[in-house]
């Protein structure tokens, strides 16, 4: 299985972003796909993540309202849709793949089985 994050990049404060996560290797009918974020000298931590079935979705407080998760099942494709930035979201964005979408560990990086290489994304006051 491979995750290919792509879509970071240099951005002002308020501006808009938006992150794609291509999965390729194994089909992905069910599971979920996250995405989590590390700032410098911070600990990995989650941001959203998307069930492939039925397209439950969880958020993380500091980003509810601001960025928005979506799927393509058909491209096994996952995207983040991130509005209003602030320079505190400045991390690389990782995406990562769960193969059941269970309860326990979805917001944590235990909970995931795969790992993309991540994409930087920098927000500039």
């Known amino acids: 299985v491979q995750l290919q994050a792509s879509g970071g990049g240099l951005v002002q404060a308020g501006a808009a972003l938006r992150l794609s996560c291509a999965a390729s290797?194994?089909?992905?009918?069910?599971?979920?796909m996250g995405w989590f974020r590390q700032g410098r000298g911070k600990e990995r931590e989650f941001v959203a993540v998307?069930?492939?079935?039925?397209?439950?979705?969880d958020y993380a407080d500091s980003v509810k309202g601001r960025f928005t998760i979506s799927s393509d099942n058909a491209k096994n494709a996952v995207y983040l849709q991130m509005t209003r930035l602030k320079p505190e979201d400045t991390a690389v964005y990782y995406c990562?793949?769960?193969?059941?979408?269970?309860?326990?560990?979805?917001?944590?990086?235990?909970?995931?089985?795969?790992w993309g290489q991540g994409t930087l994304v920098t927000v500039s006051s």
């Open positions: 990562a793949a769960r193969e059941i979408d269970w309860v326990g560990f979805r917001k944590q990086t235990e909970g995931y089985d795969y």
């Open positions: 290797g194994r089909p992905f009918s069910s599971g979920a």
């Open positions: 998307i069930s492939w079935s039925g397209g439950r979705t």
